[in-house]
């Protein structure tokens, strides 16, 4: 099992900057993959960031340049972040922590929204 605790978000204008946390705590012995996702009303769940335990990383196009996630394996504890710079409007959504092992894990979500 692995518990995962999400912190950040909140309101922002346009052009500022956020940054989210997600701290997994377990079996974070067998976590490769932790990532976060976004889901704004009406849209379907998209990646917005993921990195692998070999520090493979992936962006989607919409963020590429203006977030940065990164990981930090602690002995107890994995944790993510993504800053989140530049923001847009578009940003707007629920951001979840995704973590794998040979299943996936999903935090609770927080929300991020971003003003004009």
């Known amino acids: 099992q692995v518990h995962l605790v999400e912190s950040g978000g909140g309101l922002v204008q346009a052009g500022g900057s956020l940054r989210l946390s997600c701290t997994a705590s377990g079996s974070i012995i067998s976590i490769n993959v932790m990532g976060w996702y976004r889901q704004a009303p009406g849209n379907q769940r998209e990646l917005v960031a993921r990195?692998?335990?070999?520090?493979?990383?992936?962006?989607a196009d919409s963020v590429k340049g203006r977030f940065t996630i990164s990981r930090d394996n602690d002995k107890n504890t994995v944790t993510v972040s993504l800053q989140m710079n530049s923001l847009k409007p578009e940003d707007t959504a629920v951001y979840y922590c995704?973590?794998?092992?040979?299943?996936?894990?999903w935090g609770q979500g927080t929300q991020v929204t971003v003003s004009s």
């Open positions: 990195i692998t335990r070999a520090g493979i990383i992936t962006y």
């Open positions: 995704l973590s794998t092992t040979f299943r996936e894990y």
